[in-house]
T-cell receptor
Framework: NAGVTQTPKFRVLKTGQSMTLLCAQDMNHEYMYWYRQDPGMGLRLIHYSVGEGTTAKGEVPDGYNVSRLKKQNFLLGLESAAPSQTSVYFC???????????FGPGTRLTVL | AQSVTQLGSHVSVSEGALVLLRCNYSSSVPPYLFWYVQYPNQGLQLLLK??????LVKGINGFEAEFKKSETSFHLTKPSAHMSDAAEYFC???????????FGKGTTLSVSS
């Protein structure tokens, strides 16, 4: 049981490049979330999903897209990366009770 | 809308001293409340949570928190700090039909010998 895994762990992009971050969970959780963490800002919700095939915007969705084609995977896409998207990205999943999220180890993204 | 305020972005204590990290929340419905800890370059680890029932919640590593509805607070305490407690701590809130956790901005705890 690996819990929540994120791929990749580190990435450096140039402005304008695109990339996809993968989050996978093996707990059969319905709910999945993408957060970004910036110094002094805590964690802010980017997008979330309440089930396979569904997605919704969080607090800071601009510049990101997501997809939940399979229940166990939640993808976060950056179509045209900007330096403001330099951050640490965390994925989380939660079961039916949605009491709390199980967090992945994070992806550190730098956009030059 | 829910929100979380963590008072003090940085708290410093001596080893063996009381740790008190403050968290106040705003919620229009009975909240679920959480404390997470993050060690440098690591992910978030759940320390403890309050959902319903007993208002004094005990967590891992000797931490506990008390839900005080009248004060809208969920402060985190530990009687005696250890050097290994140095980390960043996040308070979070969600509602019973919530879509996600709402996090505070975090408090960095430093422990000196």
């Amino acid at each position: 049981n690996a819990g929540v895994t994120q791929t990749p762990k580190f990435r450096v992009l140039k402005t304008g490049q695109s990339m996809t971050l993968l989050c996978a969970q093996d707990m059969n959780h319905e709910y999945m979330y993408w957060y970004r963490q910036d110094p002094g800002m805590g964690l802010r919700l980017i997008h979330y999903s309440v089930g396979e095939g569904t997605t919704a915007k969080g607090e800071v969705p601009d510049g990101y897209n997501v997809s939940r084609l399979k229940k166990q995977n939640f993808l976060l896409g950056l179509e045209s990366a900007a330096p403001s998207q330099t951050s640490v990205y965390f994925c989380a999943s939660a079961g039916v009770g949605r009491e709390n999220g199980f967090f992945g180890p994070g992806t550190r993204l730098t956009v030059l | 809308a829910q929100s979380v305020t963590q008072l003090g972005s940085h708290v410093s204590v001596s080893e063996g001293a009381l740790v008190l990290l403050r968290c106040n929340y705003s919620s229009s419905v009975p909240p679920y409340l959480f404390w997470y800890v993050q060690y440098p370059n690591q992910g978030l680890q759940l320390l403890l949570k309050y959902t319903t029932g007993a208002t004094l919640v005990k967590g891992i590593n000797g931490f506990e928190a008390e839900f005080k509805k009248s004060e809208t607070s969920f402060h985190l305490t530990k009687p005696s700090a250890h050097m290994s407690d140095a980390a960043e701590y996040f308070c979070a809130v969600s509602d019973q039909a919530g879509t996600a956790l709402i996090f505070g901005k975090g408090t960095t705890l430093s422990v000196s010998s």
